[in-house]
């Protein structure tokens, strides 16, 4: 009897839109929490996105990638997807509404390409609560040198409607993302 044991890297595949798309590397994983094509699929609130590098790219098409939730008075309400851990200090503007111990935050490794990804919402707040009905902004900010202020990386912002309504918003553009697409159901 022949066991082959293999490791790997528990983030490495986040929510990679494109199977043969590389993810993982360097970086790091980040734990679990991971979600497959499905699972991203049955969630209430589901966004695709295209990084691009940004202007002083130093290790570029590799980055990290924060994507995070407030609500209508700007406050953070939850962290959907990170692809970041030591070197997530370097994605400053989630790192000032998130806080460096932010901890509810699903994980994966540094990004190696530019590819698609999808995250997704399960509509609940730090807490573990259901948010209320309400506007909502999606924040998405992608680091790919060493930054120490928010304007050295790309940052987009998008809103969604959580309601009785289902939404969708395809081929959005902003800060850096292309192809971004919203899909909400109730």
């Not at 360097?26 to 991203?40: F, H, I, L, R």
């Not at 295209?50 to 202007?55: F, G, K, V, Y």
């Not at 000032?96 to 935050?105: I, K, S, T």
């Amino acid at each position: 009897m022949l066991l082959v044991l293999a490791a790997c890297d528990v983030g490495s595949v986040l929510d990679q839109a494109a199977p043969d798309a590389a993810g993982g590397g360097g970086g790091g994983g980040g734990g679990g929490g991971n979600q497959d094509a499905a699972t991203v699929g049955a969630q209430p609130l589901s966004i695709t996105l295209t990084s691009a590098p940004s202007a002083g790219a130093v290790y570029a098409p590799s980055h990290v990638l924060a994507v995070w939730i407030q609500n209508q008075a700007g406050t953070f309400v939850k962290t959907i997807g990170r692809h970041a851990d030591i070197r997530r200090q370097h994605l400053v503007a989630w790192t000032q509404a998130a806080g460096l111990a932010d901890v509810d935050a699903v994980t994966g490794a540094t990004l190696l390409t530019h590819a698609p990804i999808t995250v997704s919402w399960d509509l609940k707040d730090r807490e573990n609560t259901i948010v209320p009905d309400g506007t909502y902004t999606i924040r998405m900010e992608v680091a790919d040198l060493n930054s120490t202020t928010p304007a050295e990386n790309n940052q987009g912002t998008f809103t969604f409607v959580k309601g009785a309504q289902p939404e969708m918003q395809t081929g959005l553009t902003n800060g850096g993302f292309t192809n971004v697409s919203i899909q909400f159901a109730p």
